[in-house]
């Protein structure tokens, strides 16, 4: 039978190692969220979604698409080395492809370094 060890990391380290991990999970389900509103926006017209209700528009906006255009923009100049922008100006997008590889890159590196302090943690009480 394996032994289950309680957790050794002192409480603001475990607090913070959640805390990585909860936002690692929330961009998660926000990315997958704003691939699913694309999806229904190209299977539906835009004027029957937005026509009924304003609400929707807004929140597609706000709640959707403003997090992920500031979420990759660290990632700017390396989407345009690549042509994973969609237009030629000051406002440019990322194509779908470059939010998902920016999306990818922040989960990977808020669950990575979760992991490094939790396993700092197990080594330094040992």
């Known amino acids: ?40 926006q190209s299977v539906f017209s835009g004027e ?33 080395k690549y042509g994973l922008m969609n237009a030629p100006g000051w406002f440019a997008w990322p194509k779908p492809l470059g939010i998902a590889l920016a999306y990818t890159v922040w989960v990977v590196i808020l669950f990575g370094l979760a992991q490094i302090i939790h396993r700092w943690c197990e080594r330094k009480e040992t």
């Open 48 to 80: 029957a979604l937005v026509k009924d209700s304003e609400l929707i528009g807004i929140f597609i906006f706000w709640i959707l698409a403003v997090p992920a255009l500031l979420l990759t923009i660290p990632f700017n100049s390396i989407l345009w």
């Open 1 to 40: 039978m394996r032994k289950v060890r309680a957790s050794v990391c002192s409480p603001p380290l475990r607090g913070l190692v959640r805390g990585l991990r909860f936002c690692a999970t929330a961009i998660t389900i926000h990315g997958i969220l704003l691939s699913l509103t694309s999806a229904i």
